[in-house]
């Protein structure tokens, strides 16, 4: 019987209630495969901010990078938001993101059937878009130098520098390829190369790796014009491979077109340890109330077994899972309308239990 090492890091906010959720999810998928899973609970962002004085404990980082996996609830809350910009909660993930050497997140938008309706799209705009977002995670603007004030000639001015290197670049192309090959091999890069001197790096790049697939079909598309079509025309996607920054403004627009933030799951992946976290926030507001959606984590477990723990099968078991309990009708109070069955965080995930029989 294989034994796996989980190290769980619940966060902030509605963190624990999700996290748990999931780990439930897990327990039952793995217990019937003979994979015996052991879990390691840390904490990060707000609440070692409130333990420890700061947001990711050394302790965290060595711990994780021990572990087979890491699974994340959510950092963060308007409790900390006033603390000083280095110790924020939100460096509890960009540095497990650089400890781990975390350089690609994957971050897969489907839309379940039973949830068409909740799209602000019409129903066939929406209708079997299936879209994979690899966002470069490691560098970029979000890691480069950081000036928070400075004075030049009387006035006071911030700065934050973009660097791109060509292995950064061609490493996250390489694995973007790699994913469009098992599905429709087609790569959508997205870039800004009529203005940054990164982009036409990036850009150059991208087209270098791609003529290393002879089966991949390559486009490029500015970030302006694909914000753009991914609410005009989302079904033209497939693959799409871009920065940093790009990244983290386009996969929140690609998420909200399946009507709810609270269904997507994420991976990050690199050399080491994976990370798997939803994409929502903290949701401090609603936190122990029950009414979190814990889909987005259950999802992010699933991508765990499948890019961490080599089962593919059991991510399948719980995708599935979670479709047929949505078509039936069950709902957190986040996607609840009149006709559909509410249903409170702890439900949801013992619904999504059970279907795995
Ligand atoms: C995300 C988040 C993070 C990011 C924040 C919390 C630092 O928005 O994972 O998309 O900007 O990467
Ligand atoms: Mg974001």
């Given at each position: 019987m294989s034994k796996k090492h989980i190290v769980i890091i619940p966060g902030d906010g509605i963190g624990e209630e999700i996290t748990s959720a999931a780990i439930r999810v897990l327990e039952r998928v793995t217990n019937k495969a003979g994979l015996t899973l052991t879990y390691e609970k840390q904490l990060a962002g707000g609440a070692a901010i409130d333990q420890y004085g700061v947001p990711l404990p050394d302790s965290v980082i060595r711990a994780a990078k021990q572990a087979d996996a890491v699974l994340l609830g959510a950092v963060g809350g308007p409790k900390w938001d006033h603390v000083p910009p280095e110790i924020r909660a939100e460096k509890a993930i960009l540095g497990l993101r650089k400890e781990l050497g975390l350089y690609a997140n994957l971050r897969p938008v489907r839309v379940s059937p039973a949830l068409i309706?909740?799209?602000?799209?019409?129903a066939e705009a929406i209708y079997g878009v299936d879209i994979l977002l690899v966002r470069e995670l490691s560098s970029g603007i979000y890691y480069g130098q950081k000036c928070e004030s400075e004075i030049i000639d009387g006035i006071e001015q911030a700065s934050d520098v973009e660097v791109y290197t060509v292995p950064e670049v061609s490493r996250i192309m390489h694995l973007a390829c790699q994913a469009a090959q098992l599905r429709k091999k087609q790569v959508l890069s997205v870039d800004k190369a009529n203005v940054l001197a990164t982009s036409r790096l990036w850009r150059r790049t991208v087209n270098q790796v791609a003529s290393e697939y002879a089966d991949i079909q390559l486009k490029h598309m500015y970030v302006d014009n694909c914000a753009m079509q991914l609410v005009l025309a989302p079904k033209q996607f497939d693959v799409i491979v871009t920065n940093n920054l790009f990244g983290d403004i386009l996969s929140d627009e690609a998420a909200v077109l399946t009507g709810s933030i609270g269904m997507l799951p994420s991976a990050s992946l690199g050399n080491g340890t994976g990370l798997y976290e939803p994409i929502h926030g903290s949701a401090p507001d609603i936190a122990g109330l029950g009414l979190a959606n814990p889909v987005g984590t259950i999802l992010s477990a699933a991508m765990l077994l499948r890019y961490?723990?080599?089962a593919p099968e059991l991510a399948e078991q719980i995708e599935q899972a979670v479709d047929k309990v949505l078509a039936e009708g069950y709902r957190t109070a986040d996607l609840y309308k009149s006709g559909a069955t509410k249903v409170s965080t702890d439900e949801m995930a013992g619904l999504i239990e059970a279907q795995l029989g």
């Open positions: 309706e909740y799209s602000p799209l019409k961490s723990l080599g």
